[in-house]
């Protein structure tokens, strides 16, 4: 399998592109402890740089501490985890139970939280990835909506730019009625 880094806005987070998709939606691994579920993540962990592992479809993006270089990194990763993907080695040890997310619609939600909930799956989620980050509906009330950043997103330097000029303005655009986006 075809394994290519790819730089992120935020430089402590290399995403890693697969030519094709390797499991279904996304999983964030902020902890070596939360990795444990899959053998990728917790390899990627192994290492003492790595401060974070998320992965997507087709990508994963990991972050590293600050007192090493990609330079240096994005080479060897790529080579370890193209041997993982190659060698048949599962990436997560057990079946994620799909049916219950933040971001599903639920008989409960208003009318406007199913319509930030299409947002996000529809125009948000799909941009966000191409970073290698993603963003869940974490809450909305008074006019307030509040998301969660996972990702490259998490700690990136931009995530206040993408959240008020790109994700703000774009909720606002179609629902006047959302005065602000904040992180969680």
């Known amino acids: 399998m075809q394994v290519t880094p790819e730089s992120t806005p935020n430089p402590a987070t290399m995403k890693f592109n697969f030519s094709e998709a390797i499991v279904e939606g996304t999983h964030d691994f902020p902890t070596a402890v939360e990795a444990e579920r899959s053998p990728l993540a917790s390899k990627i962990f192994g290492f003492p740089w790595t401060s974070g592992v998320f992965l997507g479809p087709n990508f994963i ?10 330079e ?30 933040a971001d599903d619609e639920h008989a409960t939600d208003t009318e406007i939280v199913k319509k930030i909930k299409r947002i996000l799956k529809n125009e948000i989620r799909p941009v966000v990835a191409m970073d290698g980050g993603d963003v869940a509906f974490a809450s909305y009330q008074d006019g307030v909506l509040a998301l969660q950043m996972k990702g490259s997103c998490a700690g990136c330097p931009s995530k206040s730019a993408t959240l008020k000029d790109g994700i703000e303005v774009r909720f ?6 959302i005065k602000e986006v904040i992180a969680v």
Do not use: C, M, N, Y
Not at 172 to 177: I, N, Q, T
């Open 61 to 70: 993006s990991v972050t590293k501490q600050d007192w090493v270089d990609w």
């Open 172 to 177: 606002r655009e179609v629902l006047p009625e």
């Open 72 to 101: 240096v990194l994005a080479e060897p990763l790529a080579g370890l985890i193209r041997e993982h993907l190659d060698s048949g080695s599962p990436i997560l040890v057990e079946r994620l139970e799909v049916s219950e997310s």
